[in-house]
């Protein structure tokens, strides 16, 4: 049976998490366990059942099986100083469960300006309409962050890198700041994940991720989690079975399986991606390229800091373009697929122009030349770096073509 130990190493933690003995039986990833009604033994073993209703037992399906008890168990062994994870059916659903776990209304929520789209829909649409305010901050502006609390701001919500624009914010200086004004922190931590950045060991009370992306890593299965410490567990096991989250135990194991390999493929795909965004910040197309994992880029020295491996995303800004040269670069390429999502398998390009969500923070940046405004986010996958590079090559002239 595999011994977990968290002295060992990224892969062989991989290799070991979450197959206990006692769900896994004796084959190496563990099983499907599918089912709704768990039976009882006696009413005497119903009572108790619903009396405890633990963690790891039998006692209804919307509780879950052997299977997601086991990808639950992996997650959380995988970030130091988590004491549970909790499951959703995809990755804005453990945002907004996550959320949903630490407000209430009257209560003032603090969003990074970077935040991912879903994420500041939902702040400003559904929770607006619940009696929660929610302002945008700049993530750069450290100094100026402790201004944005009032008496009533309960939550603070990271991303880190943003994931389309990629900046990197100071999460261990952020996080303590809400910690003394008494609000949690949470982080929307995909693009990382626990192994590139262990989140609460940063002093994150709440680490989000949407298992889509690496954790999944085939591009076939929609999933997320939080994790946290006791306290915040506690809340967030409690919300979720109010609102009755709950993920199939057939997606739980394609999960597993993508766990198994996950830091191998972060490994190659942040490999290749830091090599392509070496090339793409050498051609003239291009005027800004926005990669923390580059040396020289904005954010690499937090980076370089606070992480211990990155993913095959980032963004780069084309040089003067309009969008009909960016359409006619995205739609010349033949290995990048154009879709949204990462961290699957497959490289994927997409157009992005973030200035009209943009609230807290100018876009372009004010030390920008403004015609250099139209962005392409890449997500690198499994292929070989010089096809890649090859591809690109063709896409820009491609771009050029009137
Ligand atoms: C994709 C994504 C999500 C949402 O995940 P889904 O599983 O697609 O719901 C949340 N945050 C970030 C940064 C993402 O890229």
Redesign the pocket.
Known sequence: MANFDDKQGRDTRLVAAGRREEWTGAVVNPPVWRGSTHLYRDTAALRQGTKTNEDGRFFYGRRGSPTQWALCDALTKLEPDAYGTVLYP??????SGSLMAVLKPGDVLLVTDN??E??RLMATGLFRKLGIETRFFDPLDVDGFRDQFCDRTKAVML?SP??LTMEVCDVPALAAIAREMGATSLI?N??ATSLGFPAIKHGCDIS??????HVGGHSDL???SASAANRHYRLLRQTAQTLGHVVSPDDAALALRGLRTMGLRLDRTTQTAREVASWLAARPEVAHVLCPLLEGCAGHELWSRDFTGGCG?FSFVLKGADEESRARLIDALQLFGIG????GFESLALPFDPAPIRTATPWPPGNWQAEDRYGVRLAIGLEDEQDLVRDLEQGFAAMEQT
């Open positions: 995809s990755g804005v659903a453990a945002l935040a991912y879903p994420t991303e943003g994931s929307d995909t693009y989000i991720m949407s298992l889509t992306k929609m999933m997320g995303l949204y999502s990462w961290g």
